[in-house]
């Protein structure tokens, strides 16, 4: 990934993951986060990406290697796909809410 890739998908990383590391850790604690998502050894791959963006947003930028950089486009793609699929109704403690919060980004929040 070049730089100018890189840069990009840091910005759009940022966009997406409304979330604080504190905050998120504190969401993966929870028994809503452990009950959304895919789940074939025990931990759904929502809930694995949400302990990797902690890592990564207490990362400088200069130190975030490529696997990283990987990720966080990942979880771009993931956020936009999903919240483009929003739900009717109230989504307060709705599985689709979990599961975005598990990727770092509450929808309940204000942009």
């Known amino acids: ?8 998908v ?3 990383f940022y966009d997406a993951v409304n979330m604080q590391p504190k ?3 504190e969401w993966l604690e929870t028994e809503e986060s452990k009950s959304v ?6 931990e759904s791959t929502g809930h694995r990406s949400g ?9 400088n930028k200069d130190e975030l290697t490529d696997s990283q950089y990987e990720h966080m486009n ?20 709705s599985d689709w809410r979990y599961s975005l919060m598990n ?3 509450d929808p309940m929040k204000g942009d």
């Not at 990934?1 to 990009?8: A, C, N, Q, R, V």
């Open 1 to 8: 990934m070049d730089d100018d890739k890189k840069d990009e």
């Open 10 to 12: 840091y910005s759009d």
């Open 23 to 25: 905050e998120l850790e």
């Open 37 to 42: 998502g895919d789940n074939d050894d025990g």
């Open 51 to 59: 302990r990797r963006i902690v890592e990564i947003k207490r990362t």
């Open 74 to 93: 990942k979880v771009v793609g993931y956020v936009n796909r999903h919240t483009a699929q929003r739900p009717d109704g109230d989504i307060e403690d």
């Open 103 to 105: 990727w770092g980004h």
